[in-house]
T-cell receptor, first 114, second 116 residues
C-alpha cells in the first residue's frame, strides 16, 4: 500500500519551459511535505517543503503547491534548466511520527532538453 | 549547511561476509539517524530509525539480526550487513536529523553494496 504516489515515472521538458511534477498521498495524517532531487549514486538533496497549513511555498524557480482536499501536491520548476535533470522524490511525514520519518514516492525522472 | 557523510560510497563483498557502512553528521549533532534502502527505479524504503544511545527501531520486514545498527554517538551511526547475500545488493542511504521539529532531513551520498 503506497501512501505517497508519483504516477509519472518520467517527464521530458524543453529548456526554459515549466516542469510540473505531481504527487498524491493517501494518509490524511501527513502534515509536512518535501521534495528532494537525486542524481544517480548520490543521496537526495532537499529542494523545498510545505506545511499542511499552507497551500503554496515558493523558493526561486521552485514552487510547491498543496491541495489538501485532493491530497495532491505539485512541484513547479520555471524556467527549467538542463541542470534540473534528475530524479525528483516527493516525501511526506506525519505529526508525531518522530523526527520526520519520511515516506517517499517512487520518484519522477525529469529530463530537461536543451 | 548541514552535511552528512557516508562511507564507503561503494563496496563489493563475497557472499557470507559482513559489511559495515558508516554515517556521520559533520557539523551538527544527530539525535536521530535513518537508514534507507533503494532498489533500482524504486522508492527509498525506510529500514530503521536509530536514536543515539538506544536500540534502533526497525520497520516491518527488516531483519534486525541481519542489519545491525549502532548509534553510539551523536555524530556517528553504523549499519552492518551481516552474512551478506546477493539479494542484499542495493543502494543504502543514511540521513540525519538534529531536532524534533519539522525540517528537512540531510542525506548521505549513499553506499552501493554489491554482494557476489
Amino acid at each position: 500500500d503506497q501512501q505517497v504516489k508519483q504516477n509519472s515515472p518520467s517527464l521530458s521538458v524543453q529548456e526554459g519551459r515549466i516542469s510540473i511534477l505531481n504527487c498524491d498521498y493517501t494518509n490524511s495524517m501527513f502534515d509536512y511535505f518535501l521534495w528532494y532531487k537525486k542524481y544517480p549514486a548520490e543521496g537526495p538533496t532537499f529542494l523545498i517543503s510545505i506545511s499542511s497549513i499552507k497551500d503554496k511555498n515558493e523558493d526561486g524557480r521552485f514552487t510547491v503547491f498543496l491541495n489538501k482536499s485532493a491530497k495532491h501536491l505539485s512541484l513547479h520548476i520555471v524556467p527549467s534548466q538542463p541542470g534540473d535533470s534528475a530524479v525528483y522524490f516527493c516525501a511526506a511525514s506525519a505529526a508525531g511520527a518522530g523526527s520526520y520519518q519520511l515516506t517517499f514516492g517512487k520518484g519522477t525522472k525529469l529530463s530537461v532538453i536543451p | 549547511g548541514a552535511v552528512v557523510s557516508q562511507h564507503p560510497s561503494w563496496v563489493i563483498c563475497k557472499s557470507g561476509t559482513s559489511v559495515k557502512i558508516e554515517c556521520r553528521s559533520l557539523d551538527f549533532q544527530a539525535t536521530t539517524m535513518f537508514w534507507y534502502r533503494q532498489f533500482p527505479k524504486q522508492s527509498l524504503m525506510l529500514m530503521a530509525t536509530s536514536n543515539e544511545g538506544s536500540k534502533a527501531t526497525y520497520e516491518q520486514g527488516v531483519e534486525k539480526d541481519k542489519f545491525l545498527i549502532n548509534h553510539a554517538s551523536l555524530t556517528l551511526s553504523t549499519l552492518t550487513v551481516t552474512s551478506a547475500h546477493p539479494e542484499d545488493s542495493s543502494f543504502y542511504i543514511c540521513s540525519a536529523s538534529g531536532d524534533r521539529t519539522h525540517s528537512p532531513l540531510h542525506f548521505g551520498n549513499g553506499t552501493r553494496l554489491t554482494v557476489t
